[in-house]
């Protein structure tokens, strides 16, 4: 059973940069797996950020982050990462990282297999 843990989150000014992490383990491992980022503001639904798949690392993002956020997996490491540069008030978010069995990146939540517990991210103004 693959287990995902993110860190990485916390407390920046806005233009700031941070660096968010999410490590697969347990029995299995998110390998072959499509990889993305959530994110759920009070208050608003969770929303799609960015993802990639395993084999090509194709990406996707989001317009809202698209030239400023970067996706990346380690697959010998087991990890994903997402970089967030030029960070804005409206980022601010607790942030998900999940993982999908079908090696393709989607928006709907509800097409993802495992999620990790989230880690925060608050941008000040």
């Known amino acids: 059973q693959v287990q995902l843990v993110e860190s990485g989150g916390g407390l920046v000014q806005a233009g700031g940069s941070l660096r968010l992490s999410c490590a697969s383990s347990g029995r299995t491992t998110a390998s072959g797996y499509a990889m993305s980022w959530f994110r759920q503001a009070p208050g608003k639904e969770r929303e799609f950020v960015a993802g990639i798949t395993w084999f090509t690392s194709s990406v996707a993002y989001a317009d809202s982050v698209k030239g400023r956020f970067t996706i990346s997996r380690d697959n010998a490491r087991n990890t994903v990462y997402l970089q967030m540069n030029s960070l804005k008030p409206e980022d601010t978010a607790v942030y998900y990282c999940?993982?999908?069995?079908?090696?393709?990146?989607?928006?709907?939540?509800?097409?993802?297999?495992?999620w990790g517990q989230g880690t925060q991210v608050t941008v000040s103004s």
């Open positions: 999940a993982a999908r069995r079908i090696n393709r990146v989607v928006v709907d939540t509800t097409l993802y297999d495992v």
